[in-house]
């Protein structure tokens, strides 16, 4: 049994399965420019990309001074240049010197790297501080996919679609989309909110 409900506003019925189906082809329309605009015009990070590293917060506007430095600094050799794919002029430079090089295991989490250098010994060393998540930030990851499987006795495909809008320290709100393939095809499209670890 199926009713069809109406609304009435300023005398003029109207049907809240329409009302339904504008609200969301409006949220829709408004996902597809997200993505758009999240995929081809916000810079994205590419694989090999070298760039000048950021100073931290807790640093950036603190002056720095000239500290007495040994002769014995430790230091790669320049070859080790090419290897981290530095800029043609830092690795073109016989003055610059790499006294330190880390990487980071992907994370959703925020990092914080220091290298700090014993000012007698010359000795250098580089820490990695794993920050907390921030209460609100923005979120631009989402994920496509298409699956194999059973479903109720069924063959089927899925397609799937999710994107990230916001993040609220580990909760990450946003939306997703799935269509099943087969004769009992099903749609879901939903927002909601999913923890990370």
Request: charged share 20%; aromatic share 8%.
């Amino acid at each position: 049994m199926s009713e069809n409900v109406n609304i009435t506003v300023s005398g003029q019925q109207y049907s809240i399965a329409k009302w339904l189906a504008v609200v969301l082809a409006i949220v829709c329309i408004a996902l597809a420019g997200w993505i758009v605009w999240m995929h081809y015009f916000k810079p994205v990070e590419r694989a090999g990309a070298v760039k000048e590293a950021k100073a931290a917060k807790e640093a950036a506007n603190v002056p720095t001074g000239a500290v007495p430095v040994p002769a014995g600094v430790q230091a790669y050799p320049d070859s080790v240049k090419r290897k981290l794919k530095l800029p043609k002029a830092v690795a073109d430079d016989s003055r610059q010197k790499v006294i330190a090089a880390s990487k980071v295991a992907p994370s959703e989490r925020p990092h914080t790297i220091t290298t700090v250098i014993e000012a007698e010994t010359g000795k250098v060393q580089t820490f990695d501080r794993t920050d907390p998540l921030p209460w609100v930030a923005y979120s631009s990851k989402g994920a496509a996919g298409v699956y194999y499987g059973i479903k109720a006795g069924e063959q089927i495909v899925r397609l799937q679609v999710r994107q990230d809008i916001v993040r609220v320290k580990a909760l990450s709100l946003g939306v997703m989309a799935s269509v099943d393939s087969g004769q009992n095809r099903d749609a879901f499209v939903g927002a909601g909110v999913e923890y990370r670890w």
